[in-house]
């Protein structure tokens, strides 16, 4: 049996690609929004992605996984920085 072809990485036809959304409604912790980046499979956040508040419209821009933020992130208003975040 040949092992070589199980080390061998898969194409650019053969990854899958990436779901993505644009000013899809969406709630997150009670606020209602548009996220417009990567989703999961069901259709939840998953990825980098953005989600602007539905009233203030502030932004926030950063990475998701299963419909929650993780890891870093920014929150903007109006264009300008408001600050950035670290999700466990």
Do not use: C
């Not at 092992?3 to 409604?25: A, G, H, M, Y």
């Not at 009670?30 to 953005?50: A, C, V």
């Amino acid at each position: 049996m040949d092992s070589s072809k199980n080390n061998q990485r898969p194409t650019e036809e053969q990854r899958p690609r990436s779901l993505s959304v644009e000013n899809s409604n969406y709630t997150i912790a009670g606020i209602k929004g548009k996220y417009t980046g990567e989703i999961n499979q069901e259709g939840k956040p998953h990825g980098s992605g953005s989600f602007v508040r539905e009233h203030g419209g502030i932004t926030y821009v950063g990475e998701w996984r299963d419909g929650g933020r993780v890891r870093e992130g920014a929150y903007y208003n109006g264009g300008r920085l408001l600050g950035n975040v670290v999700w466990e």
